[in-house]
C-alpha cells in the first residue's frame, strides 16, 4: 500500500511544484496585507484537497486500475492507499496554513493578530476539503472523475449557499458566536475536521464495496 501512496506522489510531482509556487505566491500575498492569513489557509486547505482528484484523472487516462487489480493486494489496498494519501494531503495542507497562520503575523510585525479567528478559518476549512473527500472518493470510483466533477461542486457550494440562506432567514445567527467562551468556540470548530475525519470510515467502506463488485 505504500508503494501506492508513492505511486500517486510521483505522478503527481508536476502538480506539487505548481501547487508549490501557487502556495508560495498566496503566502506572499498574505504577507503583503492583500488578503488576511486566515482566508489563505482556507484557500490553501481546499486546493490541496483536490490532488486525490487529479490522481484519479490520471489513473484513468493511464487505464492503471486494471493493472494494479493484478497486484497480491487487489482491490482492497487500490482503496486505502487512495484515502490515506488524501489524508497525508490533508495533513500537510493543514501543517503548511498552521505555519503560516502562527509566522507570517510575527513576519509582518503585528504580532498573532486574530489568532482564534485565524484557527477557526483553518478548522473549518480542514472539515470542509475531508468531507469532499468523503463525499467525492465513492464517487470518483463509482463514476469515474470526470463524471464525478460536477458533483465535486454540489458538495462545495451547497453547504455555502444554505449557510447563506440561513442566515437571511435568520434561522442562524453568526453574532451570537461572540458571545460564547472561546475555548468552547474553538471546541465547536475542531469538532468540524474530527467528524469528517470520522467520516471518512463509511466512506471507505462505500468505496471498497463499489470496487468489490466493479468490473474492468
Not at 6 to 25: A, E, H, N, Q
Not at 148 to 169: C, D, G, H
Request: hydrophobic fraction near 60%; include cysteine; proline fraction near 5%.
Amino acid at each position: 500500500m505504500t508503494g501506492l501512496i508513492l505511486k500517486d506522489m510521483l505522478i503527481l510531482r508536476k502538480t506539487f511544484r505548481s501547487y508549490g509556487i501557487f502556495l508560495v505566491l498566496y503566502a506572499a500575498m498574505a504577507l503583503a496585507g492583500i488578503f488576511p492569513v486566515g482566508a489563505m489557509a482556507s484557500v490553501t486547505q481546499i486546493i490541496i484537497m483536490m490532488l486525490p482528484m487529479s490522481a484519479f484523472a490520471i489513473d484513468e487516462h493511464a487505464k492503471w486500475d486494471r493493472y494494479a487489480l493484478t497486484f497480491p493486494a487487489g482491490r482492497r489496498a487500490v482503496v486505502g492507499a487512495r484515502y490515506l494519501f488524501a489524508l497525508v494531503m490533508a495533513a500537510f495542507g493543514a501543517l503548511f496554513s498552521l505555519a503560516a497562520i502562527l509566522l507570517l503575523p510575527a513576519i509582518q510585525g503585528g504580532g498573532w493578530g486574530p489568532l482564534l479567528d485565524n484557527l477557526a478559518s483553518l478548522l473549518v476549512s480542514l472539515g470542509m476539503g475531508l468531507v469532499i473527500c468523503d463525499f467525492l472518493l465513492p464517487l470518483c470510483f463509482k463514476l469515474g472523475v470526470e463524471r464525478a466533477r460536477p458533483y465535486m461542486y454540489l458538495i462545495v457550494f451547497a453547504p455555502v449557499v444554505a449557510m447563506f440562506l440561513l442566515m437571511q432567514m435568520e434561522v442562524i445567527d453568526l453574532s451570537a458566536m461572540n458571545a460564547m467562551d472561546p475555548a468552547l468556540l474553538m471546541a465547536c470548530f475542531a469538532a468540524v475536521p474530527l467528524l469528517a475525519l470520522l467520516g471518512m470510515a463509511p466512506s471507505w467502506l462505500i468505496s471498497l464495496g463499489i470496487m468489490e463488485k466493479k468490473e474492468f
